[in-house]
């Protein structure tokens, strides 16, 4: 009877936790909305930027006059040069996993990029760090735009001079994501065996050759037509996935930086070393937005159970700071790291560069030119 009278109680509190959720799922839905449904007239001192109101593929982004930012004491005014895309940027569709986040029924971010660079315009009072005339790169939200206001402290730093605006621009997001998964969560160190799976990729390019310079041996997995550039910016070894399935070889490697996630937990445990580390990055490939609850179940599954052995499946999240921007500056001076351009496109055809981008099939990054 007692058990019963619990299991009766425990139904109804479900019952009661559903349509709470339900409701407050509805009222956020409905109530959600962005700086499109606040506009009230043109701004008064325009800029240029990329935006989307809606949610939807590429064919959403247009061209639009917004408010210029004004910098405070403590901020920087960047007029930036050149932006650049990543896989992030396809959040523009609302992934329905992650739309409590994004903005349920539109995006409560309006604005569109992370990566960029350009020249220091303005300076806050407060600011010692930067001048006006610096070149700099770095990472803010929006930075589809002709300017950005960033605090000095954060993710922006100098410009090496022996790069271009369009190479700084595609280095932020992808080379940091690479940078930090490998050091950080993977404890690479020299002589040992790394693959990364994904190496003709945004981070995977960058991925090589960080790896690189380490002083490990790297082997690349790519397809048949970019076997000769991931050789060309320092991989040892290189697996076409249309010829070769690199979990059936009989090489063992100490790390695997993966950034495709298509293979199995047992598959990528079978090359990994007794104690070698497998670090699951990104949610990259063409279609990502729509196979991301499989790929997200997967990867979950590879990370409880690796809590059974001791090879480790490790997944995260990259997170800017101004150290590890100086690093990927110094690596950029030094000639330790060159950003791979596939393709650079202007302001009127950001639509059209998404869309290549949704290919999966882009060698390194697409750089937008702000003009």
Not at 154 to 179: C, D, G, H
Not at 197 to 225: D, H, L, M, P, Y
Not at 350 to 355: G, K, R
Request: proline share 4%.
């Amino acid at each position: 009877m007692k058990i019963k009278r619990i299991l009766k109680w425990t139904g109804r509190a479900l019952l009661v936790v559903l349509i709470l959720a339900f409701l407050w799922g509805f009222v956020a839905y409905w109530m959600s909305s962005n700086d499109c449904d606040r506009e009230t007239g043109a701004p008064v001192n325009p800029m240029k930027a990329i935006v989307h109101c809606e949610y939807g593929g590429p064919e959403v982004l247009r061209l639009a006059d917004v408010e210029k930012p004004v910098p405070t004491d403590n901020q920087v005014l960047v007029k930036v040069h050149a932006a650049s895309l990543n896989p992030l940027d396809l959040t523009i569709r609302g992934p329905l996993l992650i739309r409590p986040i994004l903005g349920m029924r539109k995006p409560k971010d309006t604005r569109l990029g992370v990566d960029y660079a350009g020249t220091v315009e303005v300076v806050g009072k407060n600011v010692t760090q930067f001048k006006p005339g610096d070149e700099v790169f770095g990472g803010k939200n929006g930075a589809m735009s002709e300017y950005v206001c960033v605090l000095p402290d954060r993710a922006v730093t100098l410009k090496p001079a022996n790069v271009t605006f369009e190479q700084a621009a595609s280095v932020p997001v992808a080379a940091i994501t690479a940078l930090q998964g490998l050091r950080d969560k993977g404890k690479i160190k020299a002589g040992q065996k790394v693959l990364v799976n994904g190496a003709s990729g945004g981070v995977g390019t960058f991925a090589v050759q960080i790896a690189k310079s380490f002083g490990t041996e790297v082997t690349a997995v790519c397809s048949t037509r970019n076997v000769d550039m991931v050789r060309s910016i320092g991989a040892d070894h290189v697996i076409d996935y249309t010829k070769e399935d690199f979990t059936q070889t009989d090489q063992r490697y100490d790390l695997i930086f993966d950034l495709v996630g298509n293979h199995s937990f047992s598959e990528r445990r079978r090359i990994l070393t007794p104690n070698g580390i497998c670090v699951m990055a990104g949610l990259g490939g063409a279609g990502w937005h729509d196979g991301m609850a499989g790929r997200l179940l997967g990867e979950l599954n590879a990370y409880l159970g690796s809590w059974f052995v001791n090879q480790k499946f490790i997944a995260y999240i990259a997170e800017f700071n101004k150290a590890d921007m100086a690093i990927l500056a110094d690596l950029m001076q030094n000639g330790k790291i060159t950003p791979v351009i596939d393709k650079t496109y202007k302001w009127n055809d950001v639509p059209a560069a998404l869309s290549y981008l949704e290919t999966g099939h882009a060698r390194g990054k697409i750089v937008i030119t702000v003009n």
